[in-house]
């Protein structure tokens, strides 16, 4: 009886709330402290609101799925801050090295301002009507500084492979947004500062990088679009590891990132909390691998990201006492870039992930379906599974490129060279039936 009390409580601050995620914070009392979290065993339900009710219409997921962004705002990533506090501007100039144009955005909020610049590199040739679609990729671990000059002086492989395509790619050093340390110093922090005592301030840097992807966003809307040549509305977002992770927070807080592409992102990403495929065997015969592969690898606990990599989540996060007791699985992240104007495109290998719990990522994909279904936009939902390769491979590339041919520029699917049907979890939805949690079903 307590328990369903406790729920209704919850549903009454949640799933009815129309304000936008970024004002939310003022109903922070109002939700229960992380430590007297109930516990939830299984996968938590992604089509009932907390108090119980089923959701059965478009609109009602649409009160779910804010429901279901105030939880992870208050007790995961934080809280977007509210845009309309914000004033943006931009500057395009050429970089000498690279022979690409810099965009340089420049953000005041109250009385601080903060610039960050991102490399984009156009395709050759005359743009479609409205502008190049465009691929924003998050910097690999090794690009991480400030932006200089040394990291100028290499476009992306996966940006000059969209550029080829026809696609501008726009690689983005997410370090000048936030440093990946505990310092709480970049842009985001430097307009929106870490302050241990208020905890609606306490916002942890995989926001912080979701924040920067979206001002590159404004700033395309803005003008920039226009003078690059570049369609605003046709985003690709792509990072690996935990830059996959933020990937997968910005999906979820802006709608207008048309493809959403998580790589590799793993436990405080796409993998589920309560699920564990350490010690598992998997047939990869599939993907040219062996018959008989073991995960040997543990998966990433919980205590690992509320440690040292604690300062990725929100304050809040570091005191939920158990998996359990987190009060959403991340089959709900993925779950809430569905709508009909979207795509998801998972992506992850295999043998190279045994501490991201790939199976995992393929039951958070397969566990969000129902949302996709319920809009009418079911195919929309994507997974591809590769070997191996903590990374986003060429061919995923090829394969992600070919698919938004199609889905966004009206190429014909007979006229691609990839195989689409391969992206759908296929490892594991069509092979390796008999291995899989019971949670994935029939």
Known sequence: MLKRVFLMLMSLVLCHATMPV?????????????????????????????????????????????????????????????????????????DPDTGEKLLTITIAAGEASASFSVLVTLPQGDAPEGGFPYFIEYM????????TKEWVTEVSPNCRLAASRGYAGINYDCSAVALDNKSFTGAFYT???YKLLEPET?????????????????????????????????????????YGKSV?????????????????????????YRTNNSGKTYDLTSLGGPESWV?????????????GEGYWFCGRFAVIP????????????????????????????ITSEGWNNTEGQCLAYAASQPAWDLLGCGDQNNMIIHLDGHAILPSD????????????????????QSDLSQMKGNLFLVHNRDKLYPEFGE
């Open 22 to 94: 970024s004002q939310a914070e003022a109903h922070a009392p109002d939700l229960p402290n992380p430590k007297d979290l109930p516990a939830i065993g299984s996968l938590p339900e992604l089509m009932t609101f907390q108090d119980g009710t089923p959701v059965r219409t478009p609109e009602e997921w649409s009160c779910r799925r804010q429901e279901l962004l105030t939880l992870y705002s208050h007790y995961m990533y934080g809280y977007m801050p509210d845009p309309s506090g914000e004033n943006l501007t931009y500057a395009l100039t050429n």
């Open 140 to 147: 690999p671990h090794h690009y991480q500084s400030w932006f």
């Open 191 to 193: 307009l929106y500062p």
């Open 202 to 242: 306490r916002n942890g840097t995989l926001l912080a990088w979701a924040w920067g992807v979206s001002k590159i966003i404004d700033a395309l809307e803005q003008g920039a679009g226009a003078e690059l040549n570049i369609n605003p509305a046709l985003s690709l977002v792509g990072g690996v590891s935990r």
């Open 248 to 272: 997968a927070v910005a999906g979820a807080y802006d709608e207008r990132i048309k493809v959403v592409i998580p790589s590799c992102s793993g436990a405080g990403g796409i993998a589920t």
């Open 295 to 307: 995960n040997e690898s543990a998966n990433e606990p919980l205590s690992n990201l509320q440690g």
């Open 322 to 349: 158990s998996v359990e007791q987190i009060p959403v699985d991340q089959h709900m992240l993925a779950a809430l870039v569905a709508n009909p104007q979207r795509h998801m495109i998972i992506v992850t290998g």
């Open 397 to 416: 590339m090829q394969m992600i490129l070919d698919y938004c041919d199609v889905h966004l520029m009206g190429k014909a699917p007979k006229d691609v």
